[in-house]
């Protein structure tokens, strides 16, 4: 069987795959520290403040990952085909298609629909998992600046109180921990049973098809 590379990801969306990717990692290291320290000491924060370093990184990191999010979206309008949303959103016949024979793919009883970009589930998860980003992102500024009309304002009509809206971060925080397995599983299994280069591609850009 012959293959050819092709160009499947802009460096653009490499950039933001693991500035998002980075960004999450850091965000549930110190998230959980600064929900449960697990380091404590008798000494006086004068020359070291463990709790004030993990809350700067999280803060930083916060702002990697809206920056990329946003990179996202743009490439949603402007990316090139295999980025763009109407290349893989389930709304056109050929997408819906790819979506159920996606999912029979998963099930062991059917053949993979080889795309050079997304398949149509993957991109619906992604979406469910950008939308949680934003609820991340609303939550995460709402507790930041409590001194802030905009993110109060906002973050009380969506989340109720800070403490609600904690405790909804925290949830969330979960649940991007639990995409993160899966995604990571997913893409080493394609990797296995249909070999196109998933893996590097996110590295170098190409994917492999077959020759036609």
């Known amino acids: 069987m012959l293959y050819e590379k092709k160009e499947a990801w802009s460096v653009l969306l490499r950039l933001y795959h693991w500035a998002f990717a980075l960004s999450i990692v850091c965000l549930v290291v110190t998230g959980l520290y600064v929900h449960e320290p697990w380091t404590s000491t008798q000494l006086e924060a004068v020359r070291t403040f ?30 090139n085909r295999q980025e763009k949303f109407w290349n893989a959103a389930p709304i056109t016949p050929s997408n819906i298609v790819n979506f159920f024979k996606t999912i029979l793919f998963y099930l062991y009883i059917g053949k993979k629909d080889h795309r050079l970009g997304h398949n149509a589930l993957a991109f619906t998860i992604y979406v469910v998992v950008f939308l949680l980003a934003v609820c991340q992102i609303i939550t995460g500024f709402y507790l930041l600046y409590p001194e802030s009309v905009f993110w109060q304002g906002w973050g009380l009509k969506l989340f109720g109180t800070q403490q609600q809206a904690r405790f909804l971060h925290h949830i969330f925080m979960w649940c991007f921990m639990l995409f993160a397995m899966i995604h990571v599983y997913l893409v080493v299994w394609n990797e296995n049973v249909a070999p196109e280069g998933m893996i590097s591609s996110i590295f170098s850009g190409d994917k492999f098809v077959e020759k036609s």
């Open 50 to 79: 463990p709790m004030a370093y993990m809350r700067y990184l999280h803060f930083l990191a916060g702002f990697v990952f809206t920056a990329a999010l946003m990179v996202r979206f743009y490439l949603l309008i402007f990316g």
